[in-house]
């Protein structure tokens, strides 16, 4: 099996989406990115272990990408060894009337990890730059004193929206949270694939929507906000990592590759020492437990 590089993946400069691969070739079959996955994903749960322990970092991670992408099962793979108490899972739909009447990042904030865990979000914040910025009209049911029509929606509205997400990453960076974001990159020749396979089986027609059809075909206006999105916002505290998604298990094993070697490099992240005085009389707790 190749090894994986975290740099290959990294975007540190501006990016042309279509020259992103969608698909990695690692030279193994299924069942060796699997095990290797595993393999992986357990020294992550060991990690996370020690993280929470310390206590001193949180970890963001985000998943970005189309319909199919793959997302839902990167999640239940990728964290699978994770002690249940150390990550937490959230999937944003679209926005309740509460969380309409707070700014469109408050929502995602109350849900940021705590010191010591992992927050996972399935879809993020940047939906605020990508389908609303597809549907403007969406816009409107913010409910913003400045913005009374379509015509509002302008460059400039973008231009302020992606400064106030830059700094809101910043701030989370500058206060311990370590921030992945990660984007599916799927072709839409194999997003076809997956939705005539979501018609054609019937365990799987549930999560078809006649409305994944409707956004597909407007593919192209995404991928270009997409772009225009991670070229903006891709930065050094907050990077952009592209995934190939057209395979998923390939695309598993680098999400949690990217993860391991990443975190490995805090040196500072390990458990806290034991007091000078509880650790002079651990014989003396042993004894007490064995003479019971």
Excluded at 135 to 140: A, D, G, K, Q, S
Excluded at 177 to 185: A, E, G, I, Q
């Amino acid at each position: 099996m190749k090894d994986i590089n975290t740099n290959d993946h990294k975007i540190t400069s501006k990016i042309k989406l279509s020259g992103l691969p969608s698909k990695h070739d690692l030279g193994a079959d299924k069942d060796t990115t699997e095990e290797e996955l595993k393999r992986v994903r357990r020294k992550l749960g060991d990690l996370q272990d020690t993280m929470y322990a310390h206590g001193k970092y949180s970890v963001l991670v985000c998943l970005q990408g189309m319909d199919t992408s793959g997302k839902d099962s990167l999640i239940r793979e990728v964290f699978k060894d994770f002690n249940a108490r150390g990550v937490e899972v959230m999937s944003f739909k679209v926005p309740t009337e509460l969380e309409l009447k707070h700014d469109y990042l408050w929502r995602h904030y109350i849900k940021l990890p705590a010191r010591g865990k992992f927050g996972v979000h399935n879809r993020t914040h940047y939906e605020n730059v990508l389908v609303t910025r597809v549907h403007p009209e969406y816009i409107l049911g913010e409910k913003l004193p400045f913005v009374h029509s379509i015509d509002d929606v302008n460059e400039s509205f973008w231009d302020k929206r992606f400064e106030q997400i830059n700094n809101f990453e910043k701030h989370l960076t500058d206060n311990g949270t370590l921030v992945f974001k990660f984007f599916m990159n799927l072709s839409k020749d194999e997003q076809r694939n997956r939705l005539l396979r979501r018609l054609d089986k019937k365990e799987k027609n549930w999560k078809f929507s006649a409305g994944d059809l409707k956004e597909r075909k407007l593919w192209d206006q995404y991928m270009d906000c997409y772009e225009d999105a991670i070229n903006r916002t891709s930065t050094e505290n907050a990077p952009w990592y592209n995934i190939p998604a057209d395979d998923k298990h390939t695309a598993r094993l680098i999400v949690a590759q990217i993860l391991y070697d990443t975190l490995k490099e805090y040196k500072d992240i390990k458990e806290p020492e034991l007091d000078d005085k509880t650790k002079a009389n651990l014989h003396l707790y042993k004894d007490q437990l064995n003479n019971e």
